[in-house]
C-alpha cells in the first residue's frame, strides 16, 4: 500500500512538473502584470501595481517597480515618461515573453524564437514584439545567455 501511495504521488509530481513550468507569468505583447506599455502615468498608478522609486519631472522619466516583483536599491521594473507614458518594462526572473524566452534561456532559443533578432549599437539583442509593431523585445545576453530583457515601446525616450 505505501508503495502504491509514492508511487502515485511520484507520478503527480512528475505530471504536475511542466504545467509548473508553463505558468511562469508573459511580458508582451503589451505589457506585464497588469501595466500596459503606452499607459499613462494616471492609469498606471490607477492599477495599484507601481511603486515609484525615482521621480521624474515634466521632461523626463520617472522609474518605478511593480509592488509583486520588487528590485533591488539600485534597480528599476518599469520607466514612466511624460509624453509616452508606460515606455519600458524589464522582465523579473520569474517571467518569460509569450514565445517562451526568459532570464536563463539558451542563445541558440532566442535566436530561433526570434528569428529577426538584431544586435544594435549597444549590444543589446532586439526584435519587434511579435503581435505589436510598436514594441521591441531587448535582451541582453552574456556566456551564450539571456541574462536580462524587457519590452518597450520604439517611441520610448527614457534610454538609449
Given at each position: 500500500m505505501m508503495k502504491m501511495m509514492i508511487a502515485a504521488a511520484?507520478?503527480?509530481?512528475?505530471?504536475?512538473t511542466?504545467?509548473?513550468?508553463?505558468?511562469k507569468p508573459v511580458i508582451g505583447p503589451?505589457?506585464?502584470?497588469?501595466?500596459?506599455?503606452?499607459?499613462t502615468l494616471k492609469q498606471a498608478k490607477a492599477t495599484g501595481k507601481i511603486v515609484k522609486k525615482i521621480p521624474g519631472s515634466a521632461e523626463s522619466c520617472s522609474g518605478w517597480d511593480?509592488?509583486?516583483?520588487?528590485?533591488?536599491k539600485d534597480s528599476l521594473r518599469l520607466y514612466i515618461s511624460p509624453k509616452?507614458?508606460?515606455?519600458a518594462?524589464?522582465?523579473p526572473k520569474a517571467a518569460k515573453t509569450p514565445e517562451g524566452i526568459a532570464i536563463g534561456s539558451a542563445a541558440s532559443q532566442l535566436k530561433k524564437a526570434y528569428p529577426h533578432l538584431k544586435k544594435d549599437v549597444h549590444g543589446f539583442w532586439t526584435t519587434t514584439v511579435p503581435?505589436?509593431?510598436k514594441a521591441y523585445y531587448s535582451f541582453t545576453?552574456?556566456?551564450?545567455?539571456?541574462k536580462e530583457f524587457g519590452i518597450a515601446l520604439k517611441t520610448q525616450d527614457c534610454f538609449n
Open positions: 511520484a507520478t503527480l509530481t512528475l505530471a504536475a511542466p504545467a509548473l513550468a508553463q505558468s503589451y505589457g506585464f502584470g497588469g501595466v500596459k506599455l503606452g499607459m511593480l509592488k509583486k516583483y520588487p528590485t533591488g509616452v507614458g508606460v515606455a518594462v524589464f522582465a503581435g505589436n509593431k545576453v552574456a556566456q551564450h545567455k539571456v
